[in-house]
């Protein structure tokens, strides 16, 4: 084996290495990434901390400040499964749990569960 060929399976190594891992680490940014929008979107309910059902499931406009033990690093609304990104608007979407009323894509509650 001459060093051409070596260095040609390196390369196919790093490669299927790097194409293996991928959807991983962008998954992993996706749930990292959910900066809080600074504004709700205009004529939406919003869920509202403390407030109803949002009372009860714990909602946290910032899952980051929550204090519930059941939630994890990483864990927000935008990765939630409740999450309807279909009808998001400027970081807010309709939560199923919480009565399609709009939650931050960076809110959690304790009905979170992963996409
Ligand atoms: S159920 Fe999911 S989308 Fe709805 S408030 Fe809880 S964490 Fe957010």
Redesign the pocket.
Known sequence: MNENELNRRSFFRMALAAAAITPFALKSMKAEAAACPATAPAGKQV?QEGVGM?KG?D?VAD?KTSKNPKHKPG????N?????DKKAEGGY?P????GMKY??NC???????AK
């Open positions: 869920a949002a499931l909602y899952g864990q927000n609304c935008l939630c499964k409740y999450y309807n979407a939560c199923t749990m919480l939650v931050t809110g959690w509650c304790k009905s979170y569960l």
